[in-house]
């Protein structure tokens, strides 16, 4: 049933961009340009929650660069919470998503560089997650299997991780045990056992370079690393090896630590695949246009059609079948206003199209604003109606050949009816 319903998806979604990939919701739907780029800070992010709805933070551009949060509804682009909900400026802002699809925040507000820690209430609120008491200006967050968040952050010339136990914020001491200072951007990641890491870029000469830190309980060990290059991203795969993605200027190299595949292509995301395949995201460091490449694999995603100057992200869907997903990017619309987009690709990897096969149901009127009419020669059975990203947003059982399935309180829009194993796609007016 699971499979099916996704064949569906990949077969009857519409808004197509090209062959595969389809813009989600409107495109450039924030107010205002959304977290432009900085040579070391990033603020926008993009995370699935476990039932496969989409989610991006970003600086609002249309509101002093304040923090938002939006998500997909099945129809448009909605605010989680308040618009613009930080004081100042959100610089360094990140979202994480632990396995109750709890959300948090983590930003240094520009009025005085102060890190807030927050987590959206059952109120449609963002309520602040204990005190941490810190100012700084690269800041991480990330939420562990058993909903418990971490943070990473530099303070002086060190970089430091927390976790919150509930009531307070614990210290796990200073990660860059090294000595090495860092410099930029910083990434966490927790693993399946709950452990954390923290990556980051250092500038030390002679010898400048990118570096990962597993915490083992007590204190931090080292988990690769890379001299002469800049960190793009840090993943940790489902064995618990961090994977960091990397930029070797001086070198013209690019590549990924501890990952055994030879790559050379420079990017600017990573994200795993249930499988733990790296799935990546390129803009080309002076080339605009956006690739996305499928490591391990034995094709790559078609080329989406827009280009990027700025902040480019990518997350896989794991809520479904097949390992790898949906494949969703957000990214700044720089080929027209800046504003955000966000496109996914549920058919990456040519998916034959069965509904040419398999469709022989009657489905009628079509566009309807009240209801449809399902005729079939045999029984119905389940019917399920999907919108654009794979929610079911109605479910019901036929025993007869004949339904009347009442879709009024639907929004409008295109959805895809699944019935006795054939797919339609229907309009709602």
Not at 251 to 263: E, K, L, P
Request: proline letters at 4%.
């Amino acid at each position: 049933m699971k499979k099916l319903i996704i064949l569906c998806i990949l077969i009857l979604f519409v808004k197509s961009v090209n062959a595969q990939w389809q813009v989600i919701g409107q495109r450039q739907f924030t107010s205002g340009a959304a977290s432009p780029a900085t040579m070391n800070t990033s603020s926008l992010d993009l995370v699935i929650n476990s039932k496969g709805t989409p989610y991006v933070s970003f600086q609002d551009g249309s509101l002093a660069r304040k923090a938002s949060v939006m998500k997909f509804d099945g129809s448009n682009w909605v605010f989680v919470g308040s618009a613009g909900f930080s004081t100042g400026a959100a610089n360094n802002l990140h979202l994480a998503i632990d396995k109750h699809d709890s959300l948090y925040v983590v930003y240094s507000d520009g009025t005085d560089s102060s890190v807030y820690v927050k987590k959206f209430n059952s109120v449609n609120q963002w309520q602040q997650v204990g005190s941490t008491n810190l100012k700084a200006v690269f800041v991480n967050i990330a939420a562990s299997k058993a909903g418990v968040p971490f943070i990473t952050y530099v303070n002086g010339n060190n970089a430091y991780a927390e976790k919150f136990n509930g009531n307070n914020w614990i210290s796990l001491g200073q990660v860059n045990i090294s000595g090495n200072i860092p410099d930029g951007d910083l990434e966490i990641e927790v693993d399946t056992n709950n452990i954390p890491y923290v990556g980051y870029h250092f500038h030390a000469l002679p010898n400048p370079g990118s570096e990962a830190w597993k915490y083992s309980g007590s204190n931090w060990v080292n988990a690769g690393g890379v001299y002469y290059a800049n960190l793009t991203k840090m993943k940790v795969n489902n064995s618990g090896v961090a994977y960091l993605g990397y930029y070797d200027q001086p070198h013209g190299v690019c590549g990924i630590v501890n990952y055994t595949t030879s790559y050379t292509t420079c990017f600017a995301d990573m994200d795993l695949d249930s499988a733990s395949h790296p799935f990546i995201a390129e803009n080309g460091y002076g080339n605009p246009s956006i690739h996305v490449w499928a490591l391990g694999l034995n094709n790559n995603p078609s080329t989406p059609p827009f280009i990027t100057y700025g902040d480019l992200r990518i997350a896989i869907d794991k809520s479904n079948t097949p390992a790898y997903g949906t494949i969703y990017l957000a990214f700044n619309d720089t080929g027209t206003t800046g504003k955000l987009t966000v496109i996914a690709n549920t058919n990456a990897f040519g998916i034959k199209d069965i509904s040419a096969e398999q469709n022989t149901l009657a489905v009628y009127p079509n566009p309807s604003s009240e209801s449809i009419i399902i005729k079939s020669t045999e029984e119905l059975g389940s019917i399920i109606v999907l919108n654009s990203i794979g929610q079911i947003v109605l479910q019901n059982h036929s025993k007869k050949i004949y339904e009347q399935l009442d879709i009024s309180k639907l929004p409008s829009g295109i959805y895809i009816l699944q019935v006795a194993g054939k797919c339609s796609r229907i309009v709602k007016d």
